[in-house]
Structures are given as structure tokens and as C-alpha cells.
């Protein structure tokens, strides 16, 4: 699909379609995903995993790339997959809190 007017709220929500296969939250609720941005030439995603040693990272990262594919038209695609800043708890949204068990307050 070829989208002249590809904003980040298209892509998060796509995004947010792609369960962590482990957890079957959202990699969006997790906090897997630290930014989108859009540009007319490039599609640029920034995000990370639980863990360096994930089992389940390649298919993960290539999740996103397929995804984003999906709209980015003729746009170049990159999805940097960073450890810094490392993930924490911190960053599960309070659906994730609520699906895994956790307190959703913090």
C-alpha cells in the first residue's frame, strides 16, 4: 500500500498489532518500540526487546519491518534495534500491567 500522507499514529497502530509472542501483550504495550518518525523519504522506527539474548528478537524486529513496509510506499525503511536505553518494566503500558498481572498504577 502507498500512503502519500503516512503520519507516526498510522504506524504506532500497526505496530500495535504485532503481539510479543511470549507474553501475547503488543510489542507497542510492552514498550518495545521508542519512536516513529516519517519523513517523505525515509520511515524510520527505533525500538528494542526485553533482553539482548531474546529468542524471539529476529522475528520481532522483522515484524516491525513488515509492518512499516506495509505503508511506507516508496519511502526507504529502518528499524534500529538499540539496547540503550535498556528496557525495563517502566515502559509496559497499563494494559500490559493489567494482561500480565501487575499493578497499573505505577
Same mark, same amino acid.
Given at each position: 500500500?502507498?500512503? *502519500?500522507?503516512?503520519? @507516526?499514529? *498510522?504506524? =504506532?497502530? /500497526?505496530?500495535?498489532?504485532?503481539?510479543? @509472542?511470549?507474553?501475547?501483550?503488543?510489542?507497542?504495550?510492552?514498550?518495545?518500540?521508542?519512536?516513529?518518525?516519517? *519523513?517523505?523519504?525515509?520511515?524510520?522506527v527505533?525500538? &528494542?526487546?526485553? *533482553?539482548?539474548?531474546?529468542?524471539? +528478537? +529476529? =522475528?520481532?524486529?522483522?515484524?516491525?519491518?513488515?509492518?512499516?513496509?506495509?505503508?511506507?510506499?516508496?519511502?526507504?525503511?529502518?528499524?534500529?534495534?538499540?539496547?540503550? @536505553? /535498556? =528496557?525495563?518494566?517502566?515502559?509496559?503500558?497499563?494494559?500490559?500491567?493489567?494482561v500480565?498481572? +501487575?499493578?497499573? &498504577?505505577?
Amino acid at each position: 500500500m502507498i500512503t *502519500t500522507d503516512l503520519n @507516526p499514529a *498510522t504506524l =504506532w497502530q /500497526a505496530l500495535r498489532a504485532i503481539p510479543d @509472542p511470549e507474553f501475547g501483550v503488543s510489542i507497542v504495550d510492552l514498550g518495545l518500540i521508542y519512536s516513529v518518525e516519517c *519523513t517523505p523519504d525515509l520511515v524510520q522506527v527505533v525500538m &528494542t526487546l526485553t *533482553t539482548s539474548s531474546c529468542p524471539s +528478537g +529476529g =522475528w520481532i524486529h522483522e515484524g516491525v519491518r513488515a509492518a512499516v513496509e506495509q505503508f511506507a510506499g516508496s519511502r526507504e525503511v529502518q528499524v534500529d534495534l538499540v539496547f540503550e @536505553p /535498556a =528496557w525495563t518494566t517502566d515502559r509496559l503500558s497499563a494494559e500490559a500491567r493489567r494482561v500480565l498481572g +501487575g499493578d497499573e &498504577t505505577q
